[in-house]
């Protein structure tokens, strides 16, 4: 496993930590490889029946690091190990937990519409700035977000890119339970415990039904796999990496010569849900 994620077995129950500080817990191509490899073992053993995602007291997730990000929006789209990633969390059978101890931007909050139950610290916030990027949100979110918070608070907060507090994503349906930052991990267990502690059986089946096997958005992939769809977004990247420093800037693109889309499956052969009549 990457040194960034730690990996913790106790009895039932996997916790999969994201253990970056330094930088928020941004999240690298490493980190993104070793989320789906111990989710996809955890799969295949019967032994685990609920997984817990958290972070660190302060920072849940800062979204993606930024340098593999620029070089993502240079190169036209998400890398491997990104999108993997995304597909397992969107097909994943075991119940997840989350626990929230601060900071959630971009990535950090969309994850949270594919977990079953989400602590969160009261100082925690909730923040998707993808539009002012002129980027698209990710992660199904565009499909499961006006489903659990309703169409006007989902654009105000993926499109208008508002954030939220951990008291409003309680209210609009996004946090199950608000404590202090010192007790997130405790209760994430606690609730984890709980969910193990039923029959497996009952609640996979009880989970699938709730879902209805909800599957990614194929419009979402659609328009992200177009590379024609946001001829204007590469701008405020451009100004990013000219704002990195003399020599990056040399290096990198003009917002002329960047690729024109998304940050997102380049092709259908790429999208983990292939869109409908798609080779």
């Keep these: 496993m990457s040194d960034s994620i730690v990996v913790t077995d106790d009895g039932a129950i996997r916790v999969i930590r994201m ?8 999240l690298t191509q490493p980190m993104y490889a070793a989320m ?13 029946r609920c997984l817990v995602l958290a972070g660190g007291r302060g920072a849940f997730c800062a979204g993606a690091d930024i340098g593999e990000f620029l070089e993502s929006a240079q190169s036209g789209g998400l890398r491997p190990h990104t999108l993997e990633f995304l597909k397992v969390l969107a097909n994943n059978q075991k119940p997840l937990v989350a626990a929230v ?3 959630a931007v971009g990535i950090g909050t969309t994850l949270l519409f594919h977990c079953d139950h989400v602590v969160a610290a009261a100082d925690a916030t909730f923040t998707t700035p993808f539009l002012k990027l002129a980027l698209i949100p990710e992660a199904a979110s565009s499909l499961l977000a006006p489903m659990r918070m309703g169409y006007a608070r989902a654009f105000e907060m993926l499109v208008m890119g508002h954030p939220l507090s951990a008291e409003q994503a309680r209210e609009a349906g996004i946090v199950n339970k608000v404590v202090e930052a010192a007790a997130v991990d405790a209760v994430a267990l606690q609730a984890a415990r709980e969910i193990a502690a039923l029959p497996a059986g009952a609640v996979a089946v009880s ?10 958005s194929k419009a979402e992939w ?3 796999a177009s590379r024609s769809a946001f001829p204007a977004w590469p701008s405020p990247l451009s100004r990013t990496i000219k704002s990195r420093s003399p020599k990056d800037s040399a290096s990198s693109a003009s917002a002329s ?3 024109s889309a998304s940050l997102c499956a380049t092709s259908s052969s790429t999208c983990p849900t292939p869109c409908e009549g798609s080779s």
Aim: glycine content about 4%; hydrophobic content about 30%.
């Design 36 to 48: 789906t490899r111990a989710m996809r073992e955890a799969e295949a053993n019967e032994a685990t």
């Design 222 to 224: 659609k328009v992200c």
């Design 101 to 103: 101890g601060g900071l």
């Design 257 to 259: 010569t960047l690729p």
């Design 19 to 26: 253990n970056r500080p330094e930088k928020k817990n941004a």
């Design 207 to 216: 989970r699938r039904l709730l879902r209805r096997r909800l599957p990614v």
